[in-house]
């Protein structure tokens, strides 16, 4: 299977998975079914199967169109880069640095599916299921064409985003992430500096332990560690990758302490 290397902002090159052509297309497909299905049982609902007036525009508008147009957006935004197809088909979508791609990222490659939008305009405004799908069927082909001689496989939104899909598929478990739940009621804090680090370091982080243990290239995780160590600048006897998981620990910690106490 295709791999990419990129290289993370603590200059180590990890490797993932490019999501196969077929997934991503299955992932699409799921993703268009469940819009489809959700426009014509709110047709149904809201108006006996039939399309909707002029007096009803407000109503489609708000209960139609705007949830089906943000639907792709939406969904990787709030599910980590995954629309429901995606999370069934296990691809999601990274940025070029190995991290999870930032809100206006999220924001281009919706924008530049805009050959769906034609589809749903037709479809809800002007009566044209024919037209809305061969504007979608040259939009999409176009896309295909974009990602066959794409050497990242990326489409035109990729492309101008700066993302790539990629395979969330491992042999490695839950357990063998870095996503610890804290639940020790007395649990210390061993580097607050820790919080100076923003989200996208550690998700870096996340990646390069994990790739450290799948591939076993544990000199990675030591420069990683020198190059935290340096940013945050603490010093530490710990192993590289039992500092860089304690390092996640501690992020955790505080990172939800704060959100509790933001809550309350």
Request: glycine residues 6%; proline residues 3%.
């Amino acid at each position: 299977m295709p791999v990419i290397q990129i290289a993370t902002p603590f200059n180590i090159d990890i490797e993932f998975e490019l999501a196969p052509f077929t997934k991503r297309l299955l992932a699409y497909c799921i993703d268009f079914i469940l819009i489809i299905l959700y426009l014509l049982s709110m047709l149904y609902l809201l108006f006996g199967g039939f399309k909707a007036s002029g007096d009803a525009i407000g109503l489609v508008l708000l209960v139609l169109f705007i949830p089906t147009l943000l639907y792709t957006f939406l969904c990787e935004l709030l599910l980590n880069g995954q629309t429901i197809g995606k999370k069934v088909m296990q691809v999601k979508v990274i940025s070029l640095d190995g991290a999870e791609p930032a809100l206006g990222q999220y924001l281009l490659r919706w924008f530049l599916r805009f050959y769906e939008w034609g589809f749903i305009v037709f479809f809800l405004f002007w009566g044209g299921a024919g037209t809305g799908i061969l504007v979608l069927f040259f939009g999409g082909l176009t896309s295909v064409i974009v990602m066959a001689i794409s050497p990242k496989n990326q489409r035109l939104g990729d492309i101008a985003a700066g993302t790539v899909v990629v395979n969330t598929k491992s042999q490695l478990t839950v357990e063998d992430t870095i996503f610890i739940n804290i639940s020790q009621p007395n649990y210390k804090v061993t580097f607050p500096e820790v919080m100076r680090l923003s989200d996208r370091d550690i998700n870096t982080i996340k990646n390069v332990l994990i790739q450290a243990q799948k591939h076993k290239r544990y000199e990675m995780c030591n420069r990683v560690a020198f190059k935290v160590q340096e940013v945050l600048q603490v010093s530490s006897d710990m192993y590289a990758m039992e500092f860089l998981e304690k390092i996640m620990e501690d992020y955790n910690y505080l990172s939800t302490t704060e959100s509790n106490i933001i809550k309350k």
